[in-house]
């Protein structure tokens, strides 16, 4: 399995407050995404990265935002979480050739007050 | 643009029993497919993908998927399922030609095993 790691596993806040959420792998992935997991709805497309510093925004941006500074770390941001965006956090990457596989990480599971 | 549906949200099935997960694509191009599985409290692992060449895919463990372009299906099968089978399948799709590879998911069908 590919090395990816998620910080926190688990966070309570409160609704006006920032948090960030940390991916971090190890096998040296170019392309990295952010994912929203919620009953009914699969898993749903935040952000995305395609390499340091390049990252654009996926279905459900509004609200989130997203850094990569280098290539193993890639930061989920929301300025001021609200209790709609109570959710399971997926991080995952892989390499740039079509036919690579998409490797996750284990998830961040966020309840905001 | 890419859809999937996955029709059955929960499937409940008796241990040994067979089953079949479907689903469905919307695309106007070709596509790669994808089923992933998420056990409880854990993160998506890649089951099986079907890409190119032959139309029936198959798993370790034994699930096994058929590519079907004229219905636009991927349904997931298993003769005999077993307990540690339970979990939540994702259907996916993406285009092999697309920006950064971004995959689109189905809803999710929970599989559980009855004993």
């Known amino acids: 399995d590919a090395g990816i790691t998620q910080s926190p596993r688990h966070k309570v806040t409160e609704t006006g407050t920032p948090v960030t959420l940390r991916c971090h792998q190890t096998?040296?992935?170019?392309?990295m995404y952010w994912y929203r997991q919620d009953p009914g709805h699969g898993l749903r497309l935040i952000h995305y990265?395609?390499?340091?510093?390049?990252?654009d925004k996926g279905e459900v941006s509004d609200g989130y935002s997203v850094s990569r500074s280098k290539t193993e770390d890639f930061l989920l941001t929301l300025e001021s979480a609200t209790s709609s965006q109570t959710s399971v956090y997926f991080c995952?990457?892989?390499?740039?050739?079509?036919?690579?596989?998409?490797?996750f990480g284990p998830g961040t599971r966020l309840t905001v007050l | 643009a890419q859809s999937v549906t996955q029709l059955d949200s929960q499937v409940p099935v008796f241990e040994e029993a067979p089953v079949e997960l479907r689903c469905n694509y919307s695309?106007?191009?070709?596509?790669?497919l994808f089923w992933y599985v998420q056990y409880p409290n854990q993160g998506l692992q890649l089951l099986l993908k079907?890409?190119?060449?032959?139309?029936l895919v198959e798993s370790i463990n034994g699930f096994e998927a058929e590519f079907n372009k004229s219905q636009t299906s991927f349904h997931l099968r298993k003769p005999s399922v077993h307990i540690s089978d339970t979990a939540e399948y994702f259907c996916?799709?993406?285009?092999?030609?697309?920006?950064?590879?971004?995959?689109?998911f189905g809803t999710g069908t929970k599989l559980q095993v009855i004993p």
């Open positions: 995952a990457s892989r390499q740039p050739q079509s036919t690579d596989t998409q490797y």
């Open positions: 096998e040296n992935h170019r392309y």
């Open positions: 990265s395609y390499g340091v510093k390049d990252t």
């Open positions: 695309s106007s191009v070709s596509v790669y």
């Open positions: 079907y890409l190119s060449g032959s139309t």
């Open positions: 996916a799709v993406s285009d092999p030609k697309g920006g950064y590879q971004k995959v689109t």
